[in-house]
């Protein structure tokens, strides 16, 4: 399987600056036949399920602020919120579908500062 | 607006087997690989495994031995059945729709049941 790594596990932000968070993954997710990276990154409030914000590691999902963006390519990748606001404090995961089992990080958790 | 609603015991026993049905509503489960995610306690994310509407499935190899997925399309519903559970299974279970074919990356979630294992 592969395996993706976040980092920071958690990470307090002041609100309107900027928040990034990175994922490493344990093998390449680009695939070489249309060179698109196999990655989405994910925000999860408490008592909801996980919202997809961005897939092709940089393609933001339909309804998703822009001040969300995606970056990174082969193995690390990264979320960045351009200006952070309250209804951003979240769990945010990134994954593969590179393969089978599509897999997860074990997500960062964002606070407000 | 697609909707996905999961239903199911809440508390299953040791040994025995957890059962939960997704009803997809606002659209048809046709034309769409669907799959099942359970979510540990302060944890991460796992994924179980898909079912296509029709019938064609994918599993985990982590919990192949134990998961059965299946569709009714009549009903516009697919069900996740796990067997042998043990506590390690207590967890949410969501069920999720693939944005696109054999790409899975999930863009409709029901709310997700808390199952529960425990005697």
Known sequence: ?113 | QVQLQESGPGLVKPSETLSLTCTVSGGSISNYYWSWIRQLPGKGLEWIGYIYYSGSTNYNPSLKSRVTISVDTSKNQFSLKLSSVTAADTAVYYCAREKWELLPFFDYWGQGALVTVSS
């Open chain 1, 1 to 113: 399987d592969i395996v993706m790594t976040q980092s920071p596990d958690s990470l307090a932000v002041s609100l309107g600056e900027r928040a990034t968070i990175n994922c490493k993954s344990s093998q390449s997710v680009l695939h070489s036949s249309n060179n698109k990276n196999y990655f989405a990154w994910y925000q999860q409030k408490p008592g909801q399920p996980p919202n997809l914000l961005i897939y092709w590691a940089s393609t933001r999902e339909s309804g998703v602020p822009d001040r969300f963006s995606g970056s990174g390519s082969g193995t690390d990748f990264t979320l960045t919120i351009s200006s952070l606001q309250a209804e951003d404090v979240a769990v945010y995961y990134c994954q593969q579908y590179y393969s089978t089992p599509p897999t997860f990080g074990q997500g960062t958790k964002l606070e407000i500062k």
